[in-house]
């Protein structure tokens, strides 16, 4: 048996018992009278079709997919004796003895600007935050663009939201924007964990009861069936100033729901994405394209891995002074 | 191909983006900083990192992997064939992983693949996955033999197993085991006619009556005839022990076989067997000291002699009465009883009406001699013949050692199945006792073992040892699988292949190799005479039964109910069977019931008529 403090089970308890009393409205909220509200003040809710053979032979004609995704992996202890490495990859259906790889890596000790205030400040890590965001952003696009070149498929697929590329890679990610629109490639995002509140906020405005805000990954647990698709309004969706249009899609049996990201000019094609995304999601799964599976896959740079390149390729001694934290010996 | 992962000095990991591989072929690995080296697949595997069953925990389903392939995305092909291989010889150093990786040309393998020329060996099957190495083999080694497969008679295409005969010298004995239907006795069978080919003098125990090579199978176009070169004979019948020659140790062995000797009984036999006694001497002898023992004490048996009628009677008791002064007291009554049952009972089996001189003569001839009897009777002949044969060939070789003349006698094989039976583990067995000598000194003397036995368990563990080269076929049972594993060469991975393997193929663990090669046994040329499947043949009997009597009657139809009796009489006359009316009636029922004869009602009762 575990030995567990009774501190720590208590605090448990009161957390599931807050949870239930905070989200006590959301919880007791009937599925019809959200489902009403949804396709009153949000978007349509509409049921998709999986794409066809020959819809995909077509898709396939005009160039693929291609996933493009990114990873990182940190040795080291804490700031700023770590390293932090990035890698993104664009894989082609198509092509898919070439897989497209970009990499960097990031290290405070190597910018040299932090070396001299040993006490970090808030802003500091945030800072640091920041750039590798940028780093991995960067690289990401990069990666998409280099694939367009190279594949000129059919359809994008990054994994995640499209508006972090607004915020960290900002003149790549125009660059690669422009290209898309300019070469007919439709480029989409596939977020697995929502973080917006659209619905939430929604909700707000409308009954004065609700003075919380609630997020749309609460509100839409087991409220969509599988195959159902909310595209949202461009009244309401925020990242329409950004320029682009969203939905949210339950893909398969898991009752979360995932959303999925468009470019504006593209907004026709949600549909036919969101299709797309369907077909490629293995109906058990949690809901992710298996093809955007796979990228994350062969993308993924494992401890082990990171931990072969320092010992292979990096001076012995320097590594050992800078990057072997105590948490390192423990095992 | 190429060599992948972490290698060894004796075992390297092999990948491939496309040729999958074959467990027990051979690969030459071009190491650039050694000599290539050649190694052997033990371990063949397949892998697709996105197929293994799921990503993350996520089931994939066939639609996806199927819209994927739409998309132009081909799972399948990102699967990577995977093998361990196992150098034959050990490397300098380990191998250089990323070296590259080639299939072996016939004549790098030859030298390991070949024992011996095709007509000095057993030709015993081929060598399995070697396919690819005997594309480019000598013409010599080609189209030599047919295997069986579930298809029917196929053509050579691998590499040929050829036992080498003359390596039996340093490594003499061999072991075929497997479970029952594994090709065990089928392999036994090719065997020996390879054994016949060579005209090497053999003798076989065969408690199966199965050892018989004058039938040809049907799937065989060109027949080839053994009948000159074995002859099946059974015990009591053919063969038998001329008495006269026996030694007492002899006798005590074959009455020992016959029922277990107590100490007495066998001082008994040392006490009233005399040397160049006769069956009938022997018996009298015995019959004689009961009938006075019978008698109790020697003032009756004196009686017996003065009331006798004649002089012969008197005579008879008195030599009762001699053989009771001498031997009362040395052998006990129950003891001497004990010895006469024995005697009688090995008579009775008809084993002292004969002699084993056929036997002899056919070995000279060099031909294979089957002795068939049941398995205590060969238990009992074999323990006697065996020892005397051995002695014959040993005598033979120790006068030429002490440059003495002495009558040629050849080296020779003993092969049996069941041979637990033979050469049992945990009690003695006086077949075993000859067994384990010429396990441990039959080579000095040229004389041979090849003993099947499907409970390797249950042999003796000390002729088990002996067993330089094994056959090892199908086996299930894990007490054998273990005695398999602790007994040869095999290793693990093998072992765990021993329960499935297909029926025919069979591990050949060699000492002269000293490895071990996945082979084939041959098509048999000749064929068991039990292949009739006994289903089979109560199907054909009772038709023969059927069609005879419809014969008989045929000419009688119809037949009305009141011919019955006629009808009886008349096939009495005709076939020398009686019917009586109610059990002719019921075998014409019979005849209705199978489709022979119709029966019909008329005015005047029913009768049978023709179809």
């Known amino acids: 048996m575990y030995s567990v403090h009774d501190k720590l089970k208590e605090k448990i308890s009161g957390l599931s018992l807050t949870l239930q009393e905070k989200y006590e409205v959301v919880l007791s909220l009937d599925k019809e009278t959200l489902r009403e509200f949804i396709e009153e003040e949000i978007g349509k809710i509409k049921t998709l079709e999986k794409l066809s053979k020959s819809h995909l032979e077509a898709c396939q004609k005009k160039g693929g997919i291609v996933g493009v995704d990114g990873s990182n992996n940190r040795v080291g202890g804490a700031h700023p004796h770590f390293v932090e490495a990035y890698q993104a990859l664009a894989k082609s259906t198509i092509y898919k003895d070439e897989p497209l790889f970009l990499a960097d890596i990031y290290t405070p000790l190597a910018e040299g600007e932090s070396l001299n205030s040993p006490i970090e400040k808030k802003e500091d890590l945030e800072e640091i935050e920041d750039k590798k965001n940028i780093k991995l952003s960067t690289i990401e696009v990069e990666a998409a663009i280099e694939a367009v070149e190279r594949f000129k498929p059919y359809a994008i697929l990054m994994d995640g939201g499209l508006i972090r590329y607004n915020i960290y890679a900002k003149a790549k990610w125009e660059e690669l924007r422009t290209i898309c629109e300019e070469k007919d490639i439709i480029l989409v995002g596939v977020i697995k964990d929502i973080k917006t509140s659209i619905i939430g906020d929604r909700l707000r405005e409308k009954y004065e009861a609700i003075d919380a805000s609630f997020y749309d990954r609460e509100l839409l647990f087991g409220k969509l069936q599988y195959g159902e698709m909310i595209i949202i309004n461009e009244m309401v969706n925020k990242k329409g100033i950004e320029g682009y249009s969203s939905g949210f899609i339950r893909s398969s049996l898991a009752p979360t729901v995932i959303g999925i990201d468009i470019l504006d000019s593209q907004k026709t094609s949600i549909e036919e994405m969101a299709r797309l995304i369907l077909t490629l999601t293995p109906q058990t799964s949690r809901g992710i394209p298996l093809w955007l599976d796979m990228v994350d896959k062969e993308v993924k740079i494992s401890d082990a891995i990171m931990k072969g390149l320092m010992e292979r390729y990096m001076d012995r001694g320097l590594y050992e002074r800078f990057f072997i934290s105590e948490r390192d010996k423990r095992d | ?611």
Not at chain 2, 242 to 254: A, H, Y
Not at chain 2, 303 to 312: H, K, L, P, T
Not at chain 2, 448 to 463: G, N, S, V, Y
Not at chain 2, 568 to 596: C, F, H, P, W
């Open chain 2, 1 to 611: 191909m190429k060599v992948v992962g972490i290698t060894t000095q004796q075992e390297v990991f092999v990948g491939s983006k496309d040729r999958n591989f074959r467990i027990n072929e051979f690969l030459i690995i071009e190491d650039p900083y050694q000599d290539d080296l050649i190694g052997e697949v033990v371990e063949a595997q397949t892998f697709n990192r996105y197929i293994p069953l799921n990503i993350y925990g996520d089931m994939v389903d066939a639609s996806v992997i199927e819209s994927l392939k739409s998309l132009g995305y081909n799972i399948d092909e990102d699967t990577i064939y995977i093998s361990k291989v196992r150098l034959l010889n050990e490397a300098l150093y380990p191998v250089q992983t990323g070296s590259d990786i080639r299939l072996p040309k016939f004549s790098e393998v030859k030298e390991i693949m070949i024992q011996s020329t095709r007509e000095e060996g057993l030709v015993l099957g081929v060598i399995r996955n070697t396919d690819d190495m005997a594309l480019d083999m000598d013409e010599e080694f080609k189209d030599i033999l047919y295997t069986f497969e579930e298809r029917g008679l196929v053509p050579q295409k691998e590499i040929p197993y050829i036992m080498d005969l003359r390596s039996q010298h340093h490594y003499p004995h061999i072991g075929v085991f497997g479970g029952s239907g594994s090709g065990k006795s089928f392999g036994l069978r090719v065997i020996l006619e390879e054994l016949m080919n060579q005209n090497i003098p053999t003798i076989v125990l065969d408690p199966h009556f199965e050892m018989d090579f004058s039938e040809t199978p049907d799937y065989l176009k060109e027949k080839k005839d053994f009948n000159d070169s074995f002859k099946c004979l059974q015990v009591g019948v053919h063969i038998g022990v001329k008495f006269e020659d026996l030694k007492s140790g002899d006798l005590k062995n074959l009455l020992d076989a016959s029922s277990h000797l107590t100490d007495s009984m066998n001082n008994v036999v040392d006490i009233l067997f005399k040397p160049r006694d006769s069956y009938i001497s022997f018996a009298d002898r015995l019959r004689m000291l009961t009938e006075a023992q019978e008698e109790g004490n020697i003032e009756k048996i004196e009686n017996r002699i003065i009331s006798s009628g004649d002089a012969e009677e008197k005579k008879a008791w008195e030599k009762r009465k001699e053989l009771f002064l001498n031997y009362d007291k040395t052998c006990p009554y129950n003891s001497v009883r004990g010895i006469l049952w024995r005697l009688k009972r090995l008579e009775n089996e008809g084993i002292f009406s004969k002699d084993i001189k056929e036997i002899e003569i056919g070995l000279q001839d060099g031909k294979l001699m089957v002795l068939q009897g049941n398995t205590r009777i060969l238990q009992v002949f074999s323990t006697y013949l065996l020892n005397n044969l051995y002695h014959k060939r040993r005598e033979y070789k120790d006068a030429i050692y002490k440059k003495i003349a002495a009558e040629y006698f050849p080296p020779f094989i003993i092969v049996t199945d069941e041979a637990h039976n033979f050469a049992p583990k945990g009690y003695d067995s006086p077949s075993k006792s000859i067994l384990k000598e010429i396990s441990q000194e039959g080579r000095k003397y040229g004389v041979f073992l090849i003993l099947a036995t499907q409970r390797p368990t249950l042999l003796d563990e000390t002729i088990t040892a002996q067993l330089n080269t094994k056959f090892i076929f199908r086996t299930v049972r894990a007490s054998d699988i273990k005695t398999i594993q602790e007994e040869t060469d095999l290793t693990v991975e093998e072992t765990r292949r021993l329960p499935y393997l297909r029926t025919g193929d069979v591990f050949i663990s060699s000492a002269t190799l000293g490895r071990t090669v996945y082979g084939r046994i041959r098509a048999a040329l000749t064929t068991s005479p039990h292949t009739l499947n006994p289903f089979d043949e109560l199907k054909l009997k009772t038709k023969q039964k059927d069609d005879g009597l419809f014969n008989d009657i045929k000419e009688k139809l119809p037949i009305n109910e009141g011919d019955l009796l006629d009808t009886a009489m008349e096939l009495e006359r005709d076939t020398g069977i009686t019917y009586t009316i109610q059990s002719l009636e019921e075998k014409l029922n019979q005849m209705v019931q199978k489709g022979y004869i119709e029966k019909e009602d008329t005015i005047f009762g029913y009768r049978y008529k023709n179809k």
